[in-house]
């Protein structure tokens, strides 16, 4: 947990994202992410436009594409939309919790791990909120752990994506430990 803790400070440190469009065009400095075994891409700037469920979304890019986005490291318990089956324990909470970071026309910035894409063609990404929830300049929001450290998603590492899966395992650990979200609410 400390660990979780130092580098997500270390992360945020110095980070020059803002919220609003003047300082979007503010160069993103990859240096302030932490090393690990795949080096860090140059994160690109997106406008959110819908999300799906806890973990997926669509987000337009700054160069005019519109992605669906699978977001890195977690996953979120199933709403099961359209298939008839009830949906999973706290799968509602997860998805009003990342509607809530990410309301439409947020701007976030997208980084990548090792690989960029699923075989779904959703793009895999970390996704970094620039704007304080009570407004004004602070420290990013790093949404992907946000939601695992609340307790609205577990990690799930991606084979080809483990950059931070220290980061996101202790994140779990100290969630599960609370008994946050979906741990207390749900019986696991």
Known sequence: MRSAVLLLALLCAGCPLRG???????PFD??????GPNPPRQPTMATVQQIFDGDTGRFRLDSGETRSVRFLSIDTPEENAGSGDPAECWANE???RTEEMLP???RVWLTWDGEEQDGFDRLLCYIFRGEHPEGGDASPDWVNY???R?????????SNNQTYRDVFESAEAAARNEDLGRWGACGF
């Open 20 to 26: 609003d469009d003047d300082d979007a065009t503010e």
């Open 30 to 35: 990859p240096s302030v992410l932490p090393m």
């Open 94 to 96: 997860a998805t009003a």
């Open 104 to 106: 439409e026309g947020t």
């Open 146 to 148: 946000t939601l695992v």
């Open 150 to 158: 609340e307790g609205h998603a577990r990690a799930f590492i991606f």
